[in-house]
């Protein structure tokens, strides 16, 4: 059974850092895309970024140059480092990863910034 499981988040002041994972059993983040989405409250669910299974990356336009989304094979987790955080960052963020035409998303982990 494919699990994904988020960690990480919290409370941050802006301008601060923060790294979340998303740590995956039952199946491989080598050769798998693997997304970072998130949730703000009374917003639809957006895109963060991308790590395809060749090791390309994309962003939304707002966080690249301050987000990095990276994969540890060996952990079979995939991070997502977030730095110089903004008030609008403050969400919850999912992880995902389509296996076989299904998509699976962990439950989410709150992250908060206050200033």
């Known amino acids: 059974q494919v699990q994904l499981v988020e960690s990480g988040g919290g409370l941050v002041r802006a301008g601060g850092s923060l790294r979340l994972s998303c740590t995956v059993s039952?199946?491989?983040?080598?050769?798998?895309?693997v997304d970072w989405y998130r949730q703000a409250p009374d917003n639809q669910r957006e895109f963060v970024a991308t790590v395809t299974g060749s090791g390309t990356t994309d962003y939304q336009p707002s966080v690249k140059g301050r987000f990095t989304i990276s994969r540890d094979n060996a952990k079979n987790t995939v991070y997502l480092q977030m730095n110089s955080l903004k008030l609008d960052d403050t969400a919850v963020y999912y992880c995902?990863?389509?296996?076989?035409?299904?998509?699976?998303w962990g439950q989410g982990t709150q992250v908060t910034v206050f200033s």
């Open positions: 995902n990863t389509a296996i076989a035409g299904t998509i699976y």
């Open positions: 039952g199946t491989t983040v080598t050769g798998n895309i």
